[in-house]
């Protein structure tokens, strides 16, 4: 099919919109479980190391079905594996919300993880398909900006439905949301497996062997150090704001599951305001201005939530975190995207979303531990010191991947 077959067919800034519907409702559905896991957790009766396997395990789910799902949006598109990712997800919520003890939770969560890794993994493929170079910032600052929205705004419905229906109540609304998404992928988006490539001009053989374009990446030093920033920044987004963070504003602060919702909740809505323009400027001047500070923003929100004396403050170390997670969300993706040669956006989106994804996995693990032996305060500490030092790293060897 022509490049104009494929601009009549399918335009790309409808696919964006929709891609932003179907990424912000499967958001929503996990923001709503960010008060709720950790107390959730906690009524089986576990550890703080132990609650954070819970999320953990999502994390492993999400990281295992990276690549996996890389292999079906080539092979059989990026619509199916989307609308299977969202069926998969709703089992596993569903699951969740009933299941009599921790080790079939961990299961359920599991199941539930990896649909979302599936859904994540494709819908990032498929803004990176449809987005050319010189707009990618904007393309991934707006789908990314819902994202993390999303997430943002969904713990204080969370929180709510938590205290009026009980703990178990935002499952059984992210199962439904998840289906949600299913539908819309199966639907309403177009198959954009070969768009990138013909409408914007990308030579080359159409997918170049798949062990061959892991190879090229892992040679690229500004994706793997760009793939470190997504680790970390899921390292610590898990470790300490998913598992630390609620736990410490509920016992030292003694905040409800509502407070802590409504405080991520504005975070978020604030960042969403910050997303589109730190987007622009980073079309405008470069990746790198963009993410490097973002991670000192994130080190002080994570030092401002362990000092925080009063829910005002807790409220400004969330507004200052949901600003930092808008603006360092679209700029890595939009610097793995520009990494990508011809023919490869499948295994690079999914070689950075599973190297992020491992974040998901040792953040809680660690730092539930580090927690457990040394307090939540030194746990934020080092998460905050963490974070700022790999932007160092970052900004000290990682070339910059766009340039006007």
Not at 229 to 248: D, E, Q, Y
Not at 318 to 341: K, L, T
Request: proline share 6%.
């Amino acid at each position: 099919m022509s490049a104009t077959a494929l601009r009549a067919g399918m335009d790309p800034q409808r696919i964006l919109v929709w891609m932003c519907v179907i990424i912000g409702v499967n958001q929503l559905g996990f923001g709503a479980l960010v008060p709720v896991l950790p107390l959730y957790a906690q009524s089986f009766g576990v550890s703080t190391s132990a609650i954070g396997m819970t999320i953990a395990i999502y994390g492993l789910a999400r990281f295992a079905a990276a690549m996996p799902g890389a292999g079906l949006s080539d092979r059989f598109g990026r619509r199916p594996t989307i609308a299977f990712g969202g069926v998969l997800s709703t089992l596993g919520n569903l699951w969740s919300a009933f299941a009599p003890g921790y080790d079939e939770f961990l299961v359920a969560r599991f199941v539930a993880g990896a649909g979302a890794g599936l859904v994540m993994t494709a819908g990032s493929v498929v803004v990176a398909d449809i987005s050319p170079p010189e707009r990618r910032g904007r393309y991934m600052a707006t789908y990314m900006g819902v994202f993390l929205f999303a997430v943002g705004i969904g713990p204080f419905p969370g929180g709510v439905l938590a205290e009026h229906f009980g703990l178990a109540a935002p499952f059984h609304v992210y199962a439904a949301l998840a289906l949600v998404v299913g539908a819309v992928a199966w639907w309403i988006i177009p198959e954009t497996r070969d768009f990138g490539r013909n409408a914007h001009g990308h030579g080359g053989p159409p997918r170049a062997a798949f062990l061959q374009q892991l190879r090229t990446l892992s040679r690229n030093r500004g994706f793997m150090l760009v793939c470190l920033i997504g680790f970390m920044n899921a390292f610590v987004r898990t470790g300490g704001l998913f598992s630390i963070v609620p736990l410490l504003a509920s016992t030292t602060l003694g905040l409800s599951p509502g407070q802590i919702g409504s405080a991520f909740a504005l975070g978020s809505v604030l960042g969403m305001l910050a997303a589109y323009p730190a987007g622009a400027l980073a079309d405008r001047y470069g990746r790198k201005p963009i993410i490097v500070p973002a991670t000192l923003l994130t080190g002080i929100s994570f030092v401002a939530y362990w000092l925080a004396p009063s829910f005002a403050w807790f409220l400004v170390a969330s507004v200052v975190w949901g600003v930092a997670a808008a603006i360092s969300g679209a700029a890595p993706s939009a610097y793995a995207a520009d990494s990508a040669s011809p023919g490869t956006n499948a295994t690079a989106m999914a070689s950075y979303r599973m190297l992020s994804d491992v974040g998901y996995v040792v953040g809680p693990i660690s730092l539930g531990l580090l927690a457990d032996a040394a307090g939540a305060g030194v746990t934020l500490s080092v998460s905050a010191a963490l974070i700022v030092l790999v932007g160092v790293l970052f900004a000290r060897y990682a070339p910059e991947s766009h340039r006007r």
